[in-house]
């Protein structure tokens, strides 16, 4: 199992930006998939789930601003990412589920996204 | 929505035990899941579903849950043991995943 990360750098307030997270040794369609990002010097702080259904969930602090996706011909998930300010800087980590659903099993190595003019 | 509480630093010295807490209203009704991050580098899973240890991980690294706390436990801790350490759980009411503010042992 692979998860590989894209996509980030520098972008101004109010801005978009998408990451990609391109995975391996598994199928994202039958997985849960996760995006956990951490702040500069901060904790980890769970983003956003795509379920192996379809199903999509967002925590507060980017709901109606963020998007997750998945493109299974590319057996890759995204994160779309909308009126950014700089409180969405930070490292954003891909995570798999474990088979249960629960645990962030496998992580990414992040790619950091620094909102700022 | 459900809060973790985690102690910012735990010191310990070399061969001692650490014993890293956290909070949560009723957290004994939850599976607490444990994470270590070493500086610079994504976090790893040590403890999952309260006390069980995922394969790779030494038998130092313990867990439980009773009450209001989860406890990860070190034992014989070492200078490699130095890290952040993460609580974390699933809010089924909501469909969220919790963080723990996250603990830094300090092997002194």
């Known amino acids: 199992v692979q998860l590989v990360e894209s996509g980030g750098g520098l972008i101004q307030p109010g801005g978009s930006l998408t990451l990609s997270c391109a995975a391996s040794?598994?199928?994202?369609?039958?997985?849960?998939l996760t995006w956990v990002r951490q702040a500069p010097g901060k904790g980890l702080e769970w983003v956003s789930i795509?379920?192996?259904?379809?199903?999509?969930y967002y925590a507060d602090s980017v709901k109606g601003r963020f998007t997750i996706s998945r493109d299974t011909s590319k057996n890759t998930v995204y994160l779309q990412m909308n009126t950014v300010s700089a409180a969405d800087t930070a490292v954003y980590y891909c995570t798999r589920q474990d088979v249960r659903g629960i645990v962030f099993q496998y992580w990414g190595r992040g790619t950091l996204v620094t909102v700022s003019s | 929505s459900y809060v973790l509480t985690q102690a910012p630093s735990v010191s310990v010295a070399p061969g001692e035990t650490a014993r890293i807490p956290c909070g949560g209203d009723n957290i004994e009704t939850k599976n607490v899941h444990w994470y270590q991050q070493q500086p610079g580098q994504a976090p790893i899973v040590v403890i999952s579903y309260d006390s069980d240890r995922p394969s790779g991980i030494p038998e130092r690294f313990s867990g439980s849950n009773s009450g209001n706390t989860a406890t990860l436990t070190i034992s014989r801790v070492e200078v490699g043991d130095e890290a952040d350490y993460y609580c974390q759980v699933w809010d089924s009411s909501r469909d969220h995943w919790v963080f723990g503010g996250g603990t830094k042992l300090t092997v002194l």
């Open positions: 795509l379920y192996s259904g379809g199903d999509t």
């Open positions: 040794g598994f199928t994202v369609s039958g997985h849960f």
